[in-house]
């Protein structure tokens, strides 16, 4: 017996030792994908060399001697440290995931697809400008060249998501940095969401005042009356549809002659769009020259989304700089400044997308319902390649309007009668997209009217673009197409509507001078937060689906109404404030309601009355009040609106306050679901009940030992990692953080996920930048430089970030090569191609 357990011993012992080996031996394979810190590339098609000197944060300084050298390079290390960030991108866009992850991306690439997003992009890379061609030619030159390099002895030449997945990148085309673009403008494009709701709603019955109650309106905005939806779609009050309740609002022409059925539609992005920007003249800082800040909200990525570069060259003998975030996939800067100029975006919500309820021939479904009569569908075979399964045949019908949307796109099917389908138009749905082309001029802006200037090609998606200048001029443009609707359409983009009626159809484009626009105001700064930023004078319709006014007020009182000259420190302060204005409104409304008597922790609720209304991530009180805001929302709003709460689940306080204020359209507060009438203060008590026995069974007995940084995590989700248990714990980057969805210290909650207070929006870059020495800006991104997750520079910024610190990025090479950790040299590869 002895000699048996001696003899497993043994054999347990050997298995261990190689064991041992192969994990050694794999773990020192893959961190062979690490880049040298110093080496030669060879580009095709340089005219000179190129020098790279990554500073002691990673971040790249790319010297050449011409522009088109300089995006060569740029392409090269773009590739060098997020290929897979860039593959996962332009797949996306073609839709093509499936071929990487199998049949549970099928539906995205089926809805990708029916976008048509690569062949827009195609066609639009035909009418760019030579220059930004040339460009285009150049990146791509640089991506193709690392993935053509010689490598090292034992070194994997793609990254480990490739080996995992077993995937192969094709080679680039200058065409798929538009694509990227185009991604970024479908992720950008929320008002499909708030078209979606109000469909919704109708569906159940609901009348247009009780839909305003749910997706309600900025005060001011005053949009004119939403019409009756449940009459225009046919939809009983009861809300039970049927295939015969679907009826036609009159049409004109042969159209109106024509019996059918009606419908309505759904069709999604994320419909979360924030971020903060503003800009000080020198009028109202300490040194006398323009102050600019910006903090684009995104969804949080590991790695991060941005990549932070500094390009330099030289053009008719004179030195250019340019400094900030880079989008990997897309040459130049996105977001940052050059040696004159600053500029920083936040989303403006244009209502750029309409959807058009189209009714199906009952005679030949292959024809759709005109003003003219019927018109047959255009259509287009989709060949989708699954790993692992047989190919996919899909085919796209196609209207006037643009693409029919698949059945199973976010339940869609669900809300329309039979013989309906729904067609989506949306601006970045054109073969004429030139917006790239304003890339190259802004690179070269030398002050606010030129950079004005230089965006008159940008079509989608539509930004809130403030700008400064070394002169001392802000400015602040909205550039992109905007289309013009009837006066007859009294829906206004808010929901769907019927295909066949004339009225619906866009009536043109607004011209340039036309959209909104402001420069030096007497007040000396400009800003917005996805909020109306324009002025009562201004007439044209964007949207009438603003995001709410919280954080445009707060940056309204901490800079713009500020009396003491500003600083960098205060710049700083406005992008680290935790303060929820709306939080507190909801303190006091719902602890006003608390009936006295009831049976409640007093010491609780004496430290909410005493809560600051800063969400800091040691203290507990901001995790009651979410907590509080959460079970509230549902137990308001879950009995009337049953599955289409889903809609709803992220949250939004100001509906919430609306209900408990005013009561609303019906009564929200009684539950449909329980005998006698439960009033306003009764659910208000309940949900504190319930919310403190959920949040005991999450965090303890203790409520004193409660965070809110414990649950409130910057969650930095890998693609497509982030579900993969272990590998979520190698890839994924999260870190405690403040802030809420209220502050402009932005972390979006959503209360419909498994973890509902997790941060799962957030600033995804911060910059400042300073015109009294450009070379003292700060920035900061929210991982790191490296995309590889065995580099120290794949998370090293997470928790500075989460402190809201900032690094400095120079152009001076005295400064930027003292303690860099590598530098490499581009060199011309003599012969052949890329």
């Not at 709410?548 to 500003?566: G, N, V, W």
Request: aromatic share 10%; hydrophobic share 35%.
């Amino acid at each position: 017996m002895r000699k048996i357990t001696k003899w497993i011993l043994a054999i347990l012992g050997v298995v261990t030792v190689i064991v041992i080996i192969l994990g050694t031996a794999g773990y020192a394979y893959i961190s062979r994908t690490l880049p040298r810190d110093n080496g030669i590339a060879h580009i095709s098609g340089l005219g000179e060399d190129i020098r790279i000197v990554r500073d002691q944060e990673s971040v790249p300084h790319i010297i050449g001697q011409s522009i088109i050298d300089v995006v060569a390079a740029q392409g090269y290390v773009h590739a060098q440290d997020r290929l897979w960030q860039m593959e996962t991108l332009r797949m996306a866009g073609q839709g093509r995931l499936s071929e990487m992850f199998g049949e549970k991306t099928v539906g995205t690439d089926i809805y990708l697809r029916t976008l048509n997003l690569a062949s827009h992009s195609r066609e639009s890379y035909k009418l760019l400008k030579p220059q930004t061609r040339e460009l285009l030619q150049a990146y791509a030159r640089g991506i193709n060249a690392y993935l053509n390099r010689d490598t090292r002895l034992y070194e994997p030449p793609l990254g480990s998501e490739f080996m995992i997945l077993n995937h192969s990148p094709e080679t680039w085309e200058p065409w798929q940095s538009l694509l990227s673009l185009k991604v970024m403008a479908l992720t950008l494009g929320g008002n499909m969401s708030s078209e979606i709701k109000r469909l919704a709603l109708a569906s159940k019955g609901f009348s247009a005042n009780e839909i305003d109650d749910l997706v309600s309106y900025n005060i001011g905005d005053n949009p004119p009356p939403l019409p009756d939806l449940r009459k225009i779609y046919g939809f009983r009050q009861s809300g039970k549809l049927t295939s015969n309740d679907f009826k036609n609002e009159p049409a004109t022409g042969i159209a109106g002659k024509v019996a059918g059925k009606n419908y309505f539609d759904l069709v999604w992005s994320t419909g979360i769009t924030a971020s903060n920007n503003w800009v000080v003249s020198g009028s109202r800082t300490k040194s006398g020259k323009v102050l600019l800040a910006n903090d684009p909200h995104l969804g949080l990525t590991a790695p991060s989304i941005w990549y932070l570069s500094h390009l330099s060259w030289v053009n008719e003998g004179q030195k250019h700089n340019i400094i900030g975030a880079s989008l990997p996939s897309i040459p130049l800067i996105l977001l940052g400044r050059n040696d004159n100029v600053a500029w920083g975006f936040t989303t403006s919500n244009l209502d750029s997308q309409d959807i058009y309820i189209e009714q199906i021939n009952p005679e030949n479904d292959n024809e759709y319902l005109t003003d003219e009569g019927w018109k047959k569908f255009d259509t287009r075979e989709e060949i989708i390649k699954v790993s692992g399964l047989p190919d996919i045949k899909h085919v796209v019908r196609l209207t006037r309007h643009g693409p029919i949307l698949p059945d199973g796109f976010r339940n869609i099917k669900k809300y329309l009668p039979v013989n309906h389908v729904a067609s989506l138009k949306w601006l970045a749905l054109s073969n004429e997209d030139t917006s790239i082309d304003a890339m190259t001029r802004i690179a070269d802006a030398k002050n606010v009217d030129g950079f004005i200037d230089a965006t008159k090609s940008m079509l989608s998606p539509m930004q809130s673009i403030v700008v400064g200048d070394s002169d001392g001029n802000i400015g602040i443009i909205a550039p992109a197409r905007v289309a013009i609707r009837s006066p007859d359409n009294k829906i206004m983009g808010r929901a769907p509507v019927p295909g066949w009626l004339p009225k619906y159809e866009w009536q043109g484009f607004l011209e340039f001078d036309q959209l909104p626009r402001y420069k030096n105001p007497v007040s000396g700064i400009l800003y917005s937060a996805n909020s109306n930023f324009t002025k009562k004078t201004y007439h044209q319709h964007i949207t009438w689906d603003w995001a709410e006014d919280y954080r445009r007020q707060r940056i309204k009182k901490l800079i713009a109404d500020s009396q003491s000259p500003h600083d960098m420190a205060s710049m700083m302060a406005g992008h680290r404030d935790d303060f929820s204005p709306a939080l507190v409104e909801f303190r006091n409304e719902v602890i006003d309601r608390l009936q006295a008597g009831v049976s409640v922790n007093r010491n609780i609720i004496t430290a909410i009355k005493n809560w600051d209304g800063r969400m800091t991530r040691d203290d507990n009180i901001p995790l009651i009040m979410m907590a509080w805001f959460k079970t509230l929302s549902e137990n308001l709003l879950k009995d009337d609106l049953g599955d289409e709460y889903s809609l709803f689940a992220r949250g939004n306080i100001s509906v919430i306050l609306d209900i408990l204020r005013s009561g609303g359209s019906r009564d929200w507060c009684d539950d449909q679901n329980r005998k006698g009438r439960q009033s306003c203060s009764r659910i208000v008590f309940e949900s504190f009940k319930g919310s403190l026995a959920k949040l005991r069974k999450d965090f303890g007995d203790d409520w004193k030992s409660w965070r809110w940084g414990q649950a409130h995590i910057a969650y930095g989700e890998h693609r497509p990692f982030a579900n993969v248990p272990p590998l979520d714990k190698l890839y994924n980057v999260e870190v405690e953080s403040a802030g809420g969805p209220y502050t402009l210290l932005r972390g979006q909650t959503n209360f419909g996920k498994k973890n509902p207070f997790y941060n799962r929006h957030s600033s995804s870059y911060r910059a400042i930048y300073d015109f009294a020495d450009l070379d003292n800006s700060r920035y900061i991104q929210t991982t790191g430089q490296s995309g590889n997750f065995l580099s120290p520079f794949y998370s090293n910024f997470a928790q500075r970030w989460a402190d809201g610190e900032y690094i400095k990025i120079s152009s001076d090479a005295e400064v930027y090569e003292k303690d860099a950790v590598g530098v490499w040299k581009a060199k011309r590869k003599p012969g052949g191609k890329n």
